[in-house]
């Protein structure tokens, strides 16, 4: 049986002006068989020879064969470049001479001309490959990583209740928790992180900050920076709202503090009612 979107060894049976019929079973009355066209054909190739090959449909939805194997193929991910966006969707380039579609009910945030974007391969209703940014499904748990590993990755999706979805190594399944996200992230953003957890699923949970003893001297540094850059007075201290520490500083209330204390602990800064300032 043919098997669209997948990668399979076929034999030769029979030859034609425009190339050659490939089938498994190997005999040319048989119906199941596919053309793999001359430009496809390996140079000194002869019928009854096997060869792999990659089913897709041409531009006339017909089924065809390309020695020419993708980066993408049927359950697998890959990060494509996007070719075009069109009114109907996107086309993705995946080194076949027909793009591959990326319908915009597939997209976890709009691409744009150029992008490079991670991608699965699925067989759609009308029985047509298409692309998906939807990869949850398709990430591996199959891994060797463990707790305090440092990982990299790229965000797939963001979720409001649950965080950032990353695929690390473009391929296992990964999560940055909402509690987690103090910096600007987005779809396709590269990530650097730590894995705080690995489920008995083996999926990964992450963290992109460093452990906490590691992290002060960075966001001690960080909150000086920006007590400068208000003229050496913030206008506000380590009493203020986790939502305002975290709007003006990225950092969570606990973080914001432990990086105030090693300030003042260094007599860097004094520390008033409504306000911490430069120690001068």
């Not at 993408?72 to 990060?79: D, I, M, N």
């Not at 047509?128 to 939807?134: G, I, P, S, Y």
């Not at 910096?183 to 452990?211: A, D, F, H, P």
Request: include cysteine.
């Amino acid at each position: 049986m043919l098997k669209l979107g997948q990668v399979q060894t076929l034999r030769m049976i029979k030859r034609t002006q425009h190339g050659v019929y490939l089938s498994k079973e190997g005999v040319s009355e048989s119906n199941d068989k596919v053309l793999l066209p001359n430009k496809y054909v390996p140079n000194n190739s002869k019928i009854g020879d096997g060869i792999s090959v990659f089913i897709f449909r041409d531009s006339s939805d017909r089924l065809i064969a390309s020695s020419v194997i993708p980066p993408l193929t049927l359950g697998k991910t890959a990060v494509l470049k996007v070719k075009e966006v069109t009114k109907i969707g996107a086309f993705v380039d995946w080194g076949l001479e027909k793009d591959l579609f990326l319908p915009y009910a597939e997209m976890t945030e709009r691409v744009k001309e150029g992008e490079e974007i991670l991608c699965a391969l699925y067989i759609d209703k009308s029985d047509r490959l298409c692309a998906t940014m939807k990869v949850y499904p398709y990430l591996s748990t199959s891994h060797s990583y463990k707790r305090d590993d440092e990982v990299k990755g790229r965000v797939y999706e963001i979720s409001d209740n649950f965080g950032a979805f990353v695929a690390v190594d473009d391929k296992y399944s990964a999560l940055i928790p909402g509690r987690e996200l103090f910096k600007e992230l987005s779809v396709n953003s590269l990530i650097e992180g730590r894995v705080t957890e690995v489920t008995e699923e083996g999926k990964l949970t992450l963290s992109i900050r460093k452990k906490a003893y590691l992290q002060m001297e960075e966001d001690a540094l960080k909150v000086f920076e920006l007590i400068k850059s208000y003229d050496g007075v913030l206008p506000f201290n380590d009493k203020a709202s986790a939502e305002t520490i975290k709007r003006e500083t990225g950092m969570s209330k606990n973080e914001f503090k432990r990086a105030v204390g090693r300030l003042y602990k260094e007599r860097r800064i004094v520390i008033t009612d409504k306000a911490i300032r430069i120690n001068e």
